[in-house]
T-cell receptor, first 114, second 116 residues
Framework: SQQGEEDPQALSIQEGENATMNCSYK?????LQWYRQNSGRGLVHLIL?????REKHSGRLRVTLDTSKKSSSLLITASRAADTASYFC??????????????FGQGTTLQVKP | NAGVTQTPKFQVLKTGQSMTLQCAQD?????MYWYRQDPGMGLRLIYY???????DKGEVPNGYNVSRLNKREFSLRLESAAPSQTSVYFC???????????????FGPGTRLTVL
């Protein structure tokens, strides 16, 4: 069974608008990561937030983590057509040690219209 | 650096045939992973190798075997392919050491496998 559930499953916005994707998970974690997947390609790492962090920024990306609600959000500001992709959250379960095991959500498909 | 490479890119098998998917990384990473991605789904972990010389089952290991041939290479074998194994297979690697970037996984381009 998958750890994460993402919401919405699909999102369509105009270029320049902000896009927000949410991820909920079930068990305690060491960290939560967000990945992007362009159509037909492998996944690319975007950002990692540790369990003791609440917010992190990287360029136009802002990630928040609420461990009490077991949820995270990814905000992409001033979106561009090139941001069109699927976005996945992935959690590293507490107790997984240094295995690096990740459990992925089902993803949000983002379409940014020019 | 090529990063993570996978071969083949595409494969069609008949039920009961066997094949090995190859994965190699040139980043001197310690850990390697095999995932499968079914349509509209996220990735599910099949097997992983946290370090050279070790392998462990992930979430969906049935029907698969793996070999960590050396630090660079991690192969996935389907002994008797079934239509339920039709999927896209991704290999990934991670350094596991060195601080901030230790947990980032780097993915290959994937192998698209169809089992008829």
């Amino acid at each position: 069974s998958q750890q994460g559930e993402e919401d919405p499953q699909a999102l369509s916005i105009q270029e320049g608008e902000n896009a927000t994707m949410n991820c909920s998970y079930k068990t305690s974690i060491n960290n939560l990561q967000w990945y992007r997947q362009n159509s037909g390609r492998g996944l690319v790492h975007l950002i990692l937030i540790r369990s003791n962090e609440r917010e992190k920024h990287s360029g136009r990306l802002r990630v928040t983590l609420d461990t009490s609600k077991k949820s995270s959000s990814l905000l992409i500001t001033a979106s561009r057509a090139a941001d069109t992709a699927s976005y996945f959250c992935a959690t590293a379960p507490r107790g997984s040690g240094n295995t690096g095991k990740l459990i992925f959500g089902q993803g949000t498909t983002l379409q940014v219209k020019p | 650096n090529a990063g993570v490479t996978q071969t083949p890119k595409f494969q069609v098998l008949k039920t009961g045939q066997s094949m090995t998917l190859q994965c190699a990384q040139d980043m001197n990473h310690n850990s390697m992973y095999w995932y499968r991605q079914d349509p509209g789904m996220g990735l599910r972990l099949i097997y992983y190798s946290a370090s050279e010389g070790t392998t462990d089952k992930g979430e969906v290991p049935n029907g698969y075997n793996v070999s960590r041939l050396n630090k660079r290479e991690f192969s996935l074998r389907l002994e008797s392919a079934a239509p339920s194994q039709t999927s896209v297979y991704f290999c990934a690697s991670r350094t596991g050491t060195g601080g901030a970037g230790a947990d980032t996984q780097y993915f290959g381009p994937g192998t698209r496998l169809t089992v008829l």
